[in-house]
């Protein structure tokens, strides 16, 4: 398997427990936006311990960026990870991942699921593409909304922010679930992306799939 030492060169809190880093990019390097690659510590203790983490950066920036939620509740390899600073390594490995971008549809994301969308969608940005899509993004409350900024509303994208835990004006209170998609769905979507806790995806893949989705219009990380 091939690897590549690289420092980090910069790295910031994008929310209470979200953060991005970016990281130097080795010559040759690529992958499309949507895919990943396993992520391990350049120390003794932790270079073993590999992860799989999205690139939220284009294929055509100088270096490479993740944006990884941090899990303090355990000395795993998120809470390593969010102590670490400019400076520090990580090991990268090869590029895998079956999420990419087929033509027009319907992202549903769930939390930290929403990673490989932001490649995607900011590589369609850069294309200034006029292809019209749908994001519902579900999030707790809207302090966990990861690059709330990047999305809003456009003529090629529509947003629709989901909080299961808060009230907001402009949100809707609740779950993705069966009642919810049967409403905001259009009826000629050709293609659903779906990223996020594996009983997110599972839900949300069952609920389409009942709709009468074919499988082939379904992408998501098997």
Known sequence: ??????????????THD?????LEKPSGYAFVPGQATEV????????????????TSLNSWPFLEFTIKIYNDHDGVTNRLGKLEKGDALIIH????????????????GGAGITP?????????????????LLLFSNKTAKDIILQEEFVPSESLEVRQVLTREKLAGS?????????LQTVLPRDAKNYYVCGPEQFTGDVLGILEKRGIKSEALVFEK
Do not use: C
């Open 40 to 55: 391990a510590i350049a120390e003794k203790e932790w270079e073993n311990e590999k992860r799989p983490f999205t690139f």
């Open 94 to 109: 090869d590029v895998w991942g079956a999420i990419s971008y087929r033509g027009p549809g319907v992202f549903i994301a």
């Open 18 to 22: 979200v953060r991005q880093f970016r």
């Open 172 to 180: 809707h209170h609740g779950r993705i679930d069966a009642a919810y």
């Open 117 to 133: 969308f932001i490649a995607i969608l900011r590589q369609l940005g850069a294309e200034k593409s006029r292809d019209k899509n």
């Open 1 to 14: 398997m091939e690897s590549h030492r690289v420092k980090i060169l910069e790295t910031k809190w994008l």
